[in-house]
Every structure is written in C-alpha cells, then in structure tokens.
C-alpha cells in the first residue's frame, strides 16, 4: 500500500482536526512507549522459549 504526499496530508490534517495540536505529542510518546513495551516483551518471549528447548522437554513424574 503506496501513500502518496497528497494522502499523507490529507490523514495528517484528519489527525489534526480530531486531537488537536496540543494533545498530539502525548498521543505520539504513549505510542512509542507502547511499542516498545511491546518489543521487550517480543524478545522476553523469545529468550523463555529459547531456554524451554535448550533444557528439552521435561518428563511426566514418576507415579
């Protein structure tokens, strides 16, 4: 999906209209921050189940 300049302006004066100008750098921060919450918690995810199948799968106890 190609944006054009014309289609960048047009969503940029749409996010203008409906948050303001004054609210639009919180709106940005809290996405960043959102992100990369969710980056770290992509890569914690990946080192747990790296280490899952590092110590390979754990037998069922012995009854």
């Known amino acids: 999906m190609n944006l054009g300049p014309g289609e ?8 203008l209209v409906l948050f303001g100008g004054a609210k639009l750098p ?3 921060r809290s996405l960043g ?7 770290q918690g ?3 995810g990946y080192t747990d189940e790296e280490q899952g199948q590092q110590q ?3 037998s069922p106890p012995q009854a």
Not at 8 to 15: A, P, Q, S, Y
Request: zero cysteines; charged letters at 20%.
């Open 33 to 39: 921050q959102a992100q990369k919450e969710f980056r």
């Open 26 to 28: 919180k709106l940005a």
């Open 8 to 15: 960048l302006g047009i969503i940029l004066v749409i996010v």
């Open 42 to 44: 992509m890569s914690e």
């Open 56 to 58: 390979g799968p754990s």
